[in-house]
């Protein structure tokens, strides 16, 4: 059971959630127990980072965002405990949950899982973690990126060959998109891995996009429910394969991203090689570039566009600015657009039916909204817009796609 920042904001709320970690042990399950930081919290850590070190050293960064889920996985262990229930905290290094030493984006490397089940086997009956957070083989505190608790929770459940992994969170399930942005989100009561992954990486934050991804690989059966509401065996969404879902809509969801920008170089002298001299100082440099686009030729001069997340612009333009100096590069100008947002509809239906991103284009051009990039794949389809009009955009195509609450 996987509790997030809202659901053990206070200590009343870790009350609640303690309540039912108390009915699965009453139904005489052992459980393991996620905990995220109290909400706003590791927001708050991570601007103090910032404060003190703009360029800070990651090592030192994660010993300090990680410290939310250390407090709230001691206030859970002894909420329980209060209920007479025998409760146990770990920390990540303690359990031990070993990672890379990629710094404020490990990878989860290994779960042992002896020191817990020696606890089990002693009578405890919950283990209370604090979420998001492992060790690195230097032994120094890693973490998993922002939302890595889902990330925790799905690694644990797989791990420990769990019955089921809940993830308890402020709505009550995965939603056609995000229901703050339209009223008319419907829940799903069922989402395909592939399509929940998609949504996931695409910016729908409910779930970290890694948690799917090792759901998925380990079969882990993975449900998303409120913790503000009573429980039941149905509640929520489930994350399953899709050949459990008998009624497939084409779209399944619409994802946005208000965190991007779109950096052009212009006038490029084209010859081969040159996407290699542009992108490979960009990898080395750590940006992450999503989208590509390079225009037709014009006299051996071209222009190259991409995009990448906002607060990676000033570190894409030194690698650029830098291979321009060193004479790998030829362009006459860099333009960075940081007012753009991404959004995507996403379906596994798309594989079969044609005309999607006609439909989406046509309900954008309807509402006005011009279009600066387009990417594609086999189950999405993505666009570059003004950030102004994200919003519009995501409320366009949950209509044009048919996704809104049915009136029963
Ligand atoms: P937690 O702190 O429990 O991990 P998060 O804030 O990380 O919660 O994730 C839950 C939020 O994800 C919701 O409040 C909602 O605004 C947002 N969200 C974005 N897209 C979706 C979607 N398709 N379905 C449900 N929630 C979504
Ligand atoms: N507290 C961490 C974050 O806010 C991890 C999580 O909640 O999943 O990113
Ligand atoms: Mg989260």
Redesign the pocket.
């Known amino acids: 059971m996987?509790?997030?920042?809202?659901?053990v904001a206070t200590l009343d709320r870790i009350r609640r959630a303690a309540k039912r970690v108390g009915v699965e042990v009453a139904k005489g399950y052992e459980v393991i127990v996620i905990v995220?930081a109290m909400?706003g919290k590791t927001n708050e850590l991570v601007n103090w980072v910032g404060e003190t070190s703009p360029l800070y050293d990651a090592r030192e960064y994660d010993a300090v965002v990680s410290s939310g889920e250390n407090v709230t996985a001691g206030l859970m262990a002894l909420t329980l405990q209060e209920m007479d229930i025998p409760a146990r905290s770990w920390q990540g290094w303690q359990v031990p949950l070993k990672t890379t030493s990629a710094h404020g984006a490990a990878r989860i490397e290994e779960i042992p899982t002896d020191n817990l089940d020696a606890k089990f086997a002693e009578g405890m009956k919950v283990a209370v973690i604090a979420g998001f957070q492992g060790v690195s083989p230097e032994g120094r505190i890693t973490t998993l990126g922002?939302?890595g608790?889902?990330t925790s929770a799905v690694a644990f459940a797989a791990a420990f060959k769990a019955e089921r992994c809940d993830?308890?969170?402020?709505?009550d399930?995965?939603?056609?998109?995000?229901?703050?942005?339209t009223s008319k989100?419907r829940?799903?009561d069922k989402i395909a891995f592939e399509e929940m992954l998609e949504?996931a990486s695409l910016?729908?934050?409910?779930?970290?996009t890694r948690s799917v991804e090792l759901a998925m690989r380990y079969k882990v059966k993975l449900r998303?429910l409120s913790?503000f509401e009573e429980p039941s065996d149905t509640a929520g969404?489930l994350v399953c394969d899709e050949e459990e879902i008998m009624e497939k809509n084409v779209v399944a969801?619409?994802?946005?991203s208000r965190d991007e920008a779109k950096m052009t170089l212009v006038s490029v002298a084209d010859r081969p090689g040159i996407a290699a001299a542009i992108f490979g100082p960009l990898s080395e440099a750590g940006v992450n570039v999503d989208m590509i686009v390079q225009n037709i030729s014009e006299e051996g001069r071209t222009d190259m566009t991409f995009s990448c997340p906002t607060d990676q612009v000033a570190r894409a333009e030194k690698a650029i600015m830098e291979a321009k100096e060193q004479g790998g590069i030829n362009f006459h100008d860099l333009v960075a657009d940081t007012d753009v947002a991404k959004v995507s509809v996403v379906g596994i239906g798309m594989r079969s039916h044609a005309g999607v991103a006609a439909q989406m284009f046509q309900s954008l051009r309807d509402e006005g909204i011009n279009i600066k990039v387009i990417t594609t794949s086999e189950i999405k389809i993505s666009v570059l817009i003004d950030r102004k009009y994200m919003e519009l955009a995501v409320q366009a195509l949950h209509d044009t796609f048919g996704l809104e609450r049915s009136s029963s």
């Open positions: 996987k509790f997030g920042g809202t659901s995220s909400s922002r939302g608790s889902d993830i308890y969170t402020d709505v399930g995965v939603y056609t998109t995000d229901p703050r942005i989100a829940k799903l949504l910016g729908a934050k409910v779930l970290q998303v913790s969404t969801g619409v994802a946005y």
